[in-house]
């Protein structure tokens, strides 16, 4: 069982498209965290947030309780922005669960 | 700079052989995590720990081993009882508990 589902899985977008990621959850939680992973595996922390909306330059993550649905939007996208996009939710307890990840490739 | 450190990158271990993975922070963060990280699956949370001294067992911590003896220090032991060792092992700092992670560049480590 997988508490965390994100969508889609593989995305390939044109230079300078609008991109939409989706996470969605099964229960309840108290924050939700975007995460980058280059190719090279490292991993870079992008958004944490438990309510509304936060943006950071070209990227916005939304995220409705109600739903347990969050969206990473990515605006003009550019091919540096390929990477695979991890959403990871807070739960009780002491831990984090993250999904599978969205491999995104945006092509010149 | 301040952040946080793995080594080595890559690590080749022979079956039976018990291997130490280092991380290191400069942040000072209370907590630090270790992390599994497979093909086609999610990170999994193999240890964690809130305070110097202290640690807790992740959802897969069996055949793993870890201490917590200074705050900007938490190796991780993979020993010969781990079945499927072969695995990207990502350590993680957070200000306290369930805070926003930062991560290592990661230690793959391969099984031969």
């Known amino acids: 069982k997988n508490e965390v589902e994100q969508s889609p899985q593989n995305l390939t977008a044109q230079e300078g498209e609008f991109i939409t990621i989706n996470c969605s959850y099964s229960?309840?939680?108290?924050?939700l965290h975007w995460l980058q992973q280059h190719p090279g595996g490292g991993i870079v922390s992008l958004f944490m947030?438990?309510?509304g909306k936060k943006k950071h330059g070209r990227l916005i993550a939304t995220i409705n309780i109600q739903e347990k649905h969050s969206s990473l939007h990515i605006t003009a996208s550019h091919p540096r922005d390929s990477a695979v996009y991890i959403c990871?939710?807070?739960?009780?307890?002491?831990?984090?669960?993250f999904g599978t990840g969205t491999s995104l490739t945006v092509i010149p | 700079d301040g952040g946080i450190t793995q080594s080595p990158k890559y690590l080749f271990r022979k079956e039976g052989q018990n291997v130490t993975l280092s991380c290191e922070q400069n942040?000072?963060?209370?907590?630090m995590y270790w992390y599994r990280q497979d093909p086609g699956q999610g990170l999994r949370l193999i240890y964690y720990?809130?305070?110097?001294?202290?640690?807790q067992k992740g959802d897969i911590a069996e055949g793993y081993s870890v201490s917590r003896e200074k705050k900007e220090s938490f190796p991780l032991t993979v020993t010969s009882a781990q079945k499927n060792p072969t695995a990207f092992y990502l350590c993680?700092?957070?200000?306290?508990?369930?805070?926003?992670?930062?991560f290592g560049p990661g230690t793959r480590l391969t099984v031969l």
């Open positions: 993680a700092s957070s200000i306290a508990s369930l805070n926003e992670q930062f």
């Open positions: 229960v309840g939680i108290s924050a």
């Open positions: 947030l438990s309510s």
């Open positions: 990871a939710v807070r739960l009780t307890g002491n831990q984090f669960y």
């Open positions: 942040l000072n963060h209370d907590a």
């Open positions: 720990s809130q305070i110097v001294n202290d640690f």
